[in-house]
């Protein structure tokens, strides 16, 4: 075959394999063209946190993100814990604070004398310090607001079954800080055995919620622990 027969030989068989291997394919350009959109559009969707087959709906992590900017989030809308003050410890009703003897500063104070007067003997021991108990006085204090919206501190006396309140003392509450409150005295003691000059304000560390704790400048710290179910016992606590 003659040499320009042979090249016009080939470029008859590359044009002919050409049309039937790409008769149906969709041109070059067209395939660009969409597909780039197309990669576009989800690059900048994801770009702006909105899903690419939703439109304008946010996707959850915007949509927390604006809760919280707007305080409306669910961990936002809880309530903090409410915290007692020492006034809501002291006046909660039917609440009696009782003295601990044993808790107390007296009570170190009592053993050391009754060990030295006992010389050893346990029931000279017992007795000892049974009459080292029986010199304070109040067994327990109770805080009640009356009809006319005073405030008393009210002592208490265990009298065999009976419970005697020997001191009424009418008070307002003073300065509270975060562990510790006071007690101002605004009048007489109307208890039965009332104070002849009682003291004109009166400070109560309340060290959590079940503890009061008054110091005393002769005693030392004197603790009283809450009860429940001693108000209604042979008592009057007006």
């Not at 009356?146 to 265990?158: E, S």
């Amino acid at each position: 075959m003659a040499r320009g027969s042979l090249r016009s030989f080939i470029v008859s068989v590359s044009l002919t394999l050409a049309a039937g291997c790409g008769g149906t394919s969709v041109p070059a350009k067209a395939v660009s063209d969409d597909t780039g959109d197309q990669a576009e559009g989800g690059a900048a969707s994801r770009r702006k946190g909105v899903s690419s087959d939703t439109g304008d709906k946010a996707t959850p992590e915007s949509s927390s993100a604006e809760q919280k900017a707007d305080g409306s989030s669910s961990d936002d809308a809880s309530e903090a814990p409410y915290v007692r003050t020492p006034k809501d410890i002291l006046t909660a009703p039917d609440v009696v604070f009782m003295f601990s003897f044993a808790k107390s500063d007296v009570n170190d104070k009592a053993e050391q004398r009754c060990e030295k007067a006992s010389k050893g003997n346990a029931e000279k021991r017992a007795k000892c310090m049974t009459k080292e108990r029986s010199k304070f006085k109040s067994d327990g204090y109770h805080f009640k607001q009356g009809d006319n919206g005073q405030w008393y501190w009210l002592t208490m006396r265990r009298k065999g079954k009976d419970l005697v309140w020997i001191h009424r003392i009418p008070i307002e509450f003073g300065d509270s800080k975060e562990h510790e409150i006071t007690l101002k005295i605004t009048g007489r003691d109307r208890g039965q055995t009332p104070f002849a000059h009682p003291p004109s304000e009166v400070v109560f560390d309340v060290p959590n919620d079940y503890q009061i704790i008054q110091t005393d400048p002769d005693l030392g710290k004197l603790v009283f622990e809450a009860k429940i179910g001693i108000l209604g016992q042979g008592t009057d606590d007006r």
